[in-house]
């Protein structure tokens, strides 16, 4: 898979795709990363890539004919996306459907806000959540570690990014529990010590719908 990233700021992913699952995926050539400095494609001696609003207002604005040239320095097309504030909500069921493409471009956003036009020259947009940030770099890094983890032989076990929060009807994933049984008066359950298979799955079942009921009456009160 084929992985294109626009940003002024290169330099801000050279930490998080240098380690763990990213940083594996492309040594074993699941994915490839190219990151694409949008100031390579300003016209003059500034590097300028923002301007003030038309009509005034607050803030820098991303130019339109800047990112579209940077846009057209890509070859393959694939899927352009951009990081925005009024995009549609990502999800896992976007993760999986991104990680089955074999070329997406992510177009990170800054300053005030951009050229309306630019929407015009991606295929959708995304948002992260509800909430202010100073740039799509970090969209982007998010973006990117979920859709690497479920690229087949990612994780060694593809299994394991099956079984997991989000992954069915948004259910949330089921508690777990590992070494030691007992510690500080918390023990393991007792189903999960028992060795019934049945009774184990039957309890991961439940624990998974409470967990997510919980959740979505916590999020109805905060509306």
């Known amino acids: 898979m084929q992985i294109s990233i626009l940003t002024l700021f290169p330099q801000m992913f050279a930490g998080p795709f ?3 699952i990213v940083k594996r995926a492309q040594e074993k050539g699941h994915i490839c990363i190219d990151i694409v400095n ?3 494609f300003a016209i003059d001696n500034y590097k300028s890539v923002d301007d003030h609003p038309y009509g005034g207002g607050q803030g820098m604005i991303l130019r ?9 320095s890509i070859k393959n097309k694939g899927r352009r996306i951009l990081f925005d504030p009024i995009g549609v909500p990502y999800t896992q069921k976007k993760a999986r459907e991104l990680s089955k493409l074999e070329h997406i471009t992510l ?7 951009v050229d309306e036009r630019i929407r015009s020259l991606v295929d959708e947009s995304l948002s992260i959540g509800d909430y202010v940030l100073t740039g799509g770099e970090l969209p982007a890094m998010v973006v990117v570690d979920s859709i690497v983890r479920l690229l087949p032989g990612v994780l060694g076990d593809d299994a394991s990014s099956v079984d997991e929060s989000f992954s069915e009807e948004r259910n949330l994933e089921y508690p777990q529990y590992t070494r030691p049984e007992t510690y500080k008066d918390m023990t393991v359950p007792e189903v999960l010590r028992s060795g019934n298979h049945k009774q184990i799955e039957e309890w991961k079942k439940q624990q998974s719908q409470t967990r997510s009921s919980k959740r979505k009456r916590v999020g109805a009160r905060r509306k």
Do not use: M, T, W
């Not at 177009?107 to 806000?113: I, N």
């Open 18 to 20: 240098d380690f763990s």
């Open 38 to 40: 949008i100031r390579d």
């Open 64 to 72: 339109v004919d800047i990112i579209d040239r940077a846009l057209e």
């Open 107 to 113: 177009v990170c956003g800054h300053y005030e806000g």
